[in-house]
């Protein structure tokens, strides 16, 4: 019937979690960001025992506090409201991300992003103040610079495209960490993204850096312009030949992909009638009709 669902919410998208809290998916994106709002409180109650998880380099070199490699993303003190809004721009970059790859190769990329950059900082003979960093925030820049430039035509508000709004935050960062003298912050910021890029190539992601090489063998993530399921119909993202090149959102491009992942991991049976209806006007959207 014609317009049956016109006015359909979609349902929530299911994620694959470890496990679940009520209806509460708990991915990688999810955890890392419950951990961020429990350091608040932990910051209210003994802010000096949870400044001893952010990254320190001296503190790592020369104390061997080697934790403080891998625990600095999840200390987030409650100290301007820019924390909260952090917070909420990782969960919703990071899903994006994660349900692109999967939860275990999601893992192993921020595990490598957190890691390995702090690794190399700590051999910099900076002081505890230009060598610290901390928060989720540089996490996020990071993801975002990935997906912004794994979906180069997306836009941001006022047609903006997604990779300038990404290059703006990392330049502002930048500018911000050299002003403050805050040089492990800032290598560590960039030793993210240079290894989320890496690993996100690996992936499947960022198919136009084909500078970077691919490891032979590696599995790639499901194409965002086609999936199909075996013995059920082939669904293809637009635009298609022929029809209006029109401007999306980068928000529209995000939930369409979303939905064409759960197809192609579970087959179009798999969508709520509400995620039907949504791809249906989804899709007409990007056709421009």
């Given at each position: 019937m014609p317009g049956r669902?016109?006015?359909?919410?979609?349902?929530r998208p299911s994620r694959d979690g470890w496990f679940k809290i009520g209806q509460l998916d708990i991915t990688t994106t999810a955890l890392l960001v419950i951990l961020g709002v429990a350091s608040m409180f932990w910051y209210a109650i003994d802010?000096?025992?949870?400044?001893?998880?952010?990254?320190?380099?001296?503190s790592v070199?020369?104390?061997g506090e080697i934790w403080r490699l891998a625990t600095w993303p999840i200390v987030n003190p409650p100290t301007r409201i820019w924390v909260?809004?952090?917070?909420?721009?990782?969960?919703?970059?990071?899903?994006?991300?994660?349900?692109r790859i999967g939860r275990i190769r999601f893992t192993i990329m921020i595990l490598l992003m957190t890691v390995i950059p702090a690794a190399i900082v700590?051999?910099?003979?900076?002081?505890?103040?230009?060598g610290q960093a901390y928060g989720l925030s540089i996490l996020a820049i990071a993801l975002l610079t990935i997906y912004a430039f794994d979906s180069p035509g997306a836009v941001w508000f006022f047609n903006i495209p997604l990779w300038i709004i990404a290059s703006v935050f990392v330049l502002l960062d930048v500018l911000q960490y050299l002003g403050d003298r805050r040089f492990g912050a800032l290598l560590i910021e960039l030793?993210?993204?240079?290894?989320?890029?890496?690993?996100?190539?690996?992936?499947?992601?960022?198919?136009?850096?084909a500078f970077i090489p691919?490891?032979?063998?590696?599995?790639?993530?499901?194409?965002k312009r086609r999936t199909k399921r075996q013995g059920g119909p082939t669904v293809v993202t637009g635009?298609?030949?022929?029809?209006?090149?029109?401007?999306?959102?980068?928000?529209?491009?995000?939930?369409?992909?979303?939905?064409?992942?759960?197809?192609?991991?579970?087959?179009?049976?798999?969508?709520?009638?509400?995620e039907k209806a949504r791809l249906n006007e989804l899709s007409k959207k990007l056709r421009g009709r």
């Open positions: 669902y016109e006015f359909s919410l979609p349902e802010k000096v025992s949870l400044e001893k998880l952010a990254f320190i380099g001296p070199r020369q104390d909260v809004l952090t917070l909420a721009f990782f969960w919703f970059v990071g899903h994006r991300i994660e349900d700590s051999l910099f003979d900076f002081t505890a103040q230009t030793g993210a993204i240079l290894v989320g890029t890496v690993m996100a190539r690996q992936y499947g992601m960022l198919d136009d850096l691919r490891v032979a063998g590696k599995r790639t993530a499901p194409s635009p298609w030949a022929g029809s209006p090149q029109t401007t999306h959102t980068a928000v529209d491009q995000m939930e369409l992909d979303g939905l064409l992942d759960k197809i192609s991991a579970s087959g179009i049976d798999s969508l709520s009638r509400g």
